[in-house]
């Protein structure tokens, strides 16, 4: 595994505990800092990261916390604090 | 490429326990806190006091900064006997003046860096002097 990768993996943690403490300007840079590393060096985000920020404002999503999360027919539908929805499928067992 | 001495360099900082060991600011010297936001010219460093905590801005140009490594990271390092590599890139880096790691306690590393070698974008210095595909 590359420095970059482990940034990202490092960066992830960072950021949710911050948003856990309710840093929520603070877990963005870090959200914003890891996205750009990744751009950087041309690596894909880890799944878990995606799903659990937002697209539109880089916040750390917290469900529950700043962020909605409801089970439609066959998709998850995630809506954050600044009204972005972001969808991805389940499939049932 | 765990983070070790050598790689702290062009690693992640925040999250780092930190110490400012020296630094042309004299109000900044022996501040110990957390890396919480590295811009390109600073560090901000959470110091928690009886109480509260407060960030502070410290300039990287003019400072030293020693990182304490810790868990992982410092057993990972000792695992893949650090001492011979630094010795490699012993002509490199006192170049640049800095990077020596003593170790104090089980599993802690304290790396000494000097703050000019961080002056650089967070997201740019990972690529600098690395092991990029590319370069």
Redesign the interface.
Known sequence: ????E??ID??H??ARAAASECEHE?AR??VR?AR??AE??RLSLPRTFKRFTCDACDAYLVPGKNARVRLQDGHVVVTCDCGHQARYPYEEQ | ???TPE?LP???L??LPVRVAESDDPGTVGLEGIV??ETTNTLQIEVRDDGGSRVVQVSKSGSVFEFAITDDAADLEKGSGTTSKLADSQPDSSEHDSDESDRAGEGVAYVTVDGSRLLSR???R??TN???PWQ
Do not use: C, F, K, Q
């Open positions: 595994m590359g420095v970059a482990e940034r490092r960066l943690d960072l603070r840079h870090y800092l750009r590393i950087r060096n | 490429m765990a983070l790689t062009r690693h992640e925040n999250g919480v936001i967070p997201a740019r990972t690529e690395g092991d990029s």
